[in-house]
């Protein structure tokens, strides 16, 4: 190639680059890379000062409007994903100066419980001209906590106290059929001095206990509140109206609060959630006395994968100081433990629980797990019974009693496009777009499948 | 003999009441400092005890608070305002959604309803007040505060800031542009030289 051609070529290109490349430049950065602190709780100040006059000129000559905006984040080393709570740490943003074309941005680091290990504080430039795809830019400093585990979350300085109702559940009871309410009191007390509530949420609820995907709406019940009142009051009245199914209900309260010292200082300043439960039934009047439920999902089973069982023992109108609850699990069902779960008292076939009372035994709720072994044949059905028994009664275990194996092809090792078809059926349920003759795949169906796709591996 | 078995039941019956819950989940709020801005919500996922197959979560979110995306393992019903998530293989994987504040800044806080469950097991979502604060400042330029990731009104410099606008020349555009049509010259001429 003839040497001029060649020389203006490079000589283009040295230009050009500069143009196409628009990047900001860092001209004060802190902390210091490699900074070292320790994992005693506190604030790790952060400064950083940006010229992007050029950005900001390209965009102005394009006068189709531009979008610019400045974060910072605290990346570990060992684990880049990991997100931090808020009581693990705290970014906090204190504004800064903006000259135009030059923002200088600054903050703190509140370190409150973070461990020992290398971390990264991040600096984000975003930008984009007009409607273009956003740019990011990134300026990284890596630090350093060294020092003994951090102390735990400290408890808080505030609960949640119920102060209506009063009594147990049982002077709640209302027969199916009939108009009833009670009041609900709720507040927000302290449980030691030294900190005040500086941010406060809460939410409230009503569900059942036999079925907590169950839909209640205003005409069925209903718990009404006002606005906060003093020491995060929460007052109201729950409805409880004659066309509530029979069950067994809970009210949720539910607060989500930060709490801190006089000083506000963010190494202070912690949150919290915490709810509280307020018991109620409908019953039948007709059938009024104790009884043992079975709940199973109503899903078809397959073979091989866990599902939760639940026996909801209810004195109802008795009282008895205890009861023995057994379940004789037919060959195609295994038990198994399951965690978080009161565990039975014999976990061999029959399983056995033991419910104790010195007063009454209270409204029970047993959760245990069951697997259908694997070589059940498909659409078989299962049936299950178990006897509940009080000194001097003895009952069969009402309630659900048959599983339906489920007739689908899922053989190990099951394929990725299969679990994949199944989350994407999922995904329509979800949005309420499931055509009306496809097959139902909520959540039990979908976590049924990852597990069997799980414990058989990835197809080939 | 009798006594001592009830005692022995008793004993066994206290023991055996649950341990902690086998998976627990957080949500990580950012400030939020101002009306319509959009922030990311992100869950941390803890999971202590035996290692569930499958997770689903279930976010419902308040009257007020426009949702704007979540990743791929979830879905939006914006009908209903619920986020779903499906989650398997690696738990760890930390977990996001966008939401927008309110358009008014008196909008009273907040707190998102969430949900998960497993096949054996489920709880509540912790944490997460929305709520839009005032930006702790330090001086100056108030309208110009940073905010954790919040993006400015876009900069229409070819209203009422005209004079800004043209006070400084775009000198490097200017010569990237010249230089590239140079480039393109010596690509021609070269091209016509190879013909001739």
């Known amino acids: ?460 | 003999m009798k006594k001592s078995v009830f005692i022995a039941l008793a004993f066994v019956l206290l023991a055996s009441i649950a341990a902690a819950e086998e998976v627990s989940i957080t949500r990580s709020i950012p400030q939020i400092t101002s009306p319509n801005q959009e922030f990311k919500v992100s869950l941390h996922i803890e999971v202590t005890g035996a290692d569930p197959s499958g997770l689903i979560i279930s976010e419902t979110i308040p009257e007020g608070w426009q949702i704007v995306g979540a990743q791929s393992s979830c879905i939006v019903n914006n009908e209903t305002r619920l986020i779903k998530c499906v989650l398997y293989g690696d738990l760890g994987t930390p977990l996001a959604y966008t939401l927008k504040s309110p358009q008014s800044k008196g909008a009273p806080e907040a707190v998102i309803l969430g949900e998960w469950k497993t096949l054996t097991a489920s709880g509540q979502v912790k944490g997460g007040l929305l709520k839009i604060a005032e930006p702790e400042q330090e001086t100056e330029r108030p309208a110009q505060s940073a905010q954790s990731s919040a993006n400015q009104q876009p900069q229409t410099q070819n209203q009422g800031t005209q004079n800004q606008a043209t006070q400084d020349n775009p000198m490097v555009l200017y010569i990237g542009v010249a230089a590239t049509a140079l480039l393109l010259l010596a690509v021609i001429f070269r091209m016509t030289k190879k013909k001739k």
């Not at chain 1, 199916?176 to 309410?181: D, I, L, Q, R, V």
């Not at chain 1, 073979?303 to 008895?320: E, I, K, M, V, Y």
């Not at chain 1, 039975?344 to 399983?351: A, D, T, W």
């Not at chain 1, 599983?403 to 190990?412: D, F, H, K, R």
């Open chain 1, 1 to 460: 190639m003839d040497f001029r051609v060649k020389l203006l070529a490079v000589l283009a290109l040295l230009f050009a680059l500069p143009a196409f490349a628009l990047e900001p430049s860092i001209t004060e950065s802190s902390p210091a890379p490699n900074s070292s602190y320790t994992t005693t709780p506190q604030l790790i100040p952060y400064r950083f000062t940006i010229n992007y006059a050029e950005i900001s000129n390209a965009g102005n000559t394009r006068g189709e409007g531009a979008s610019y905006s400045w974060q910072t984040t605290l990346i570990s080393e060992s684990n880049p994903t990991r997100v931090f709570t808020f009581n693990e740490a705290e970014i906090i943003n204190r504004g800064g100066m903006d000259p135009y074309g030059i923002h200088t941005y600054v903050g703190d680091i509140a370190s409150k419980r973070l461990s020992a290990g290398n971390y990264r504080l991040r600096f984000t430039f975003r930008w984009r001209h007009s409607n273009d795809p956003y740019t990011d830019w990134n300026h990284e400093i890596p630090i350093t906590i060294t020092g003994p585990e951090p102390p735990t979350t400290p408890e808080a300085y505030f609960e949640m106290v119920q102060v209506l109702p009063t009594g147990d559940a049982r002077q709640r009871r209302y027969a199916s059929g009939t108009e009833g309410s009670f009041p609900v009191e709720v507040r927000h007390m302290e449980r030691q001095t030294g900190k005040t509530v500086i941010a406060w949420g809460r939410n409230a609820e009503i569900k059942q206990v036999e079925n907590p995907d169950l839909a209640i709406n205003n005409a069925q019940a209903q718990f009404g509140y006002g606005m906060m009142g003093p020491f995060g009051l929460t007052s109201g009245v729950t409805n409880v109206h004659n066309t509530l199914p029979l069950g067994h209900y809970n009210v949720i309260v539910r607060y989500t609060w930060k709490e801190s010292d006089a000083a506000r200082s963010p190494l202070s300043t912690f949150e919290y959630t915490e709810e509280v439960r307020i018991p109620f039934e409908v019953f039948d009047p007709q059938n009024d006395h104790f009884v043992v439920e079975r709940h199973l999902p109503r899903n078809q089973i397959i073979p091989g994968t866990t599902f939760t069982a639940r026996l909801l023992a209810d004195p109802r109108s008795d009282s008895f100081n205890g009861i023995i609850i057994t379940e004789n699990l037919p060959q195609e069902l295994e038990y198994v433990s399951i965690e978080d779960a009161l565990r039975p008292l014999k976990s061999s076939n029959p399983i056995v629980w033991l419910l104790r009372d010195v007063n009454s035994v209270p409204f029970t709720e047993i959760r245990y797990g069951l697997r259908v072994r694997e070589g059940t044949s498909e659409g078989s059905t299962i049936n299950m019974s178990g006897t509940a028994e009080v000194l001097g009664d003895q009952k069969q275990i009402a309630g659900n009693s048959t599983i339906t194996v489920a007739g689908l092809n899922l053989e190990c090792p099951v394929a990725n496009q299969v679990l994949l078809n199944y989350i994407e059926n999922w995904g329509s349920f979800v949005r309420g777009e499931l055509e009306d003759d496809a097959p139902l795949v909520d959540d039990i169906t979908v976590l049924q499948v990852i597990e069997r796709w799980n414990s058989c591996g990835e197809a080939q």
